[in-house]
């Protein structure tokens, strides 16, 4: 006669049904690939605009989406997170006329950080620090307020695009220049071509980087 119960057998004997195993987030460089493909997918091209022979990069299209625009600044967000960790992040995000206002303060405000602008000579008020750079028509002139950075605080100048790096060079002058510790140049796009980052005093991060195809 069978002593089956129908019943489980229960005690230290008894078959466990393992739970299910959840799946690993995806890495910070996994998601920091994805974010840059979505980020240059955006992005519009207008040859010989606004001379001939430039091939102009409109990112404009980026913060026409809001949920681009969350990618944009969590994309810079987790480079530099990534690069400097929490106790050496910036105190200060420098942003260069003028594109580097659409996405600095946002950057800054995620990060906890300042934001302080560099304009082209005369469109700041006050007493100004100022530093010269060479375009393709002659010299032109960067400033930003005096006292905007105090001595030692950590800085990180952002721009949209590394050209030459004349313009760029200016405002990491402008940030020793004011005492400030300069960490590094954050830009959208970089053209390698060009070899700009050779005229920067630190070291330079680019989203992306030359005038591929998308």
């Given at each position: 006669m069978s002593d089956f119960t129908g019943q489980h057998p229960t005690g230290p004997d008894a078959t466990?049904?393992?739970?299910?195993?959840?799946?690993?987030?995806?890495?910070?460089?996994?998601?920091?690939?994805?974010?840059?493909?979505?980020?240059?997918?955006?992005?519009?091209q207008f040859p010989?605009?606004?001379?001939?022979?430039?091939?102009?990069?409109?990112?404009?299209?980026?913060f026409q989406d809001p949920e681009l625009h969350e990618a944009l600044i969590t994309a810079l967000?987790?480079?530099?997170?990534?690069?400097?960790?929490?106790?050496?992040?910036?105190?200060?995000?420098?942003?260069?006329?003028?594109?580097?206002?659409?996405?600095?303060?946002?950057?800054?405000?995620?990060?906890?950080?300042?934001f302080v602008p560099v304009r082209k000579k005369g469109k700041l008020p006050g007493p100004c620090e100022?530093?010269?750079?060479q375009k393709e028509y002659g010299e032109d002139f960067f400033q930003i307020q005096s006292g905007a950075i105090r001595e030692g605080q950590k800085v990180l100048v952002v721009d949209d695009l590394i050209a030459t790096g004349g313009s760029a060079a200016?405002?990491?002058?402008?940030?020793?220049?004011?005492?400030?510790?300069?960490?590094?140049?954050?830009?959208?796009?970089?053209?390698?071509?060009?070899?700009?980052?050779?005229?920067?005093?630190a070291p330079t991060f680019?989203?992306?980087?030359?005038q591929d195809n998308k």
């Open positions: 466990r049904t393992a739970a299910p195993r959840q799946p690993h987030p995806p890495s910070r460089a996994a998601t920091l690939a994805n974010l840059k493909i979505r980020i240059r997918s955006a992005l519009r010989d605009f606004p001379s001939p022979g430039i091939l102009f990069e409109d990112i404009l299209p980026i967000e987790l480079h530099i997170t990534e690069t400097y960790g929490h106790q050496n992040k910036p105190d200060v995000i420098v942003g260069l006329e003028a594109r580097g206002f659409l996405f600095g303060p946002s950057l800054a405000l995620r990060l906890g950080a300042a100022t530093a010269s750079y200016a405002a990491g002058s402008l940030v020793q220049q004011a005492g400030g510790k300069l960490l590094g140049f954050v830009v959208l796009i970089e053209l390698e071509f060009l070899s700009g980052r050779d005229k920067l005093q680019s989203l992306l980087s030359s």
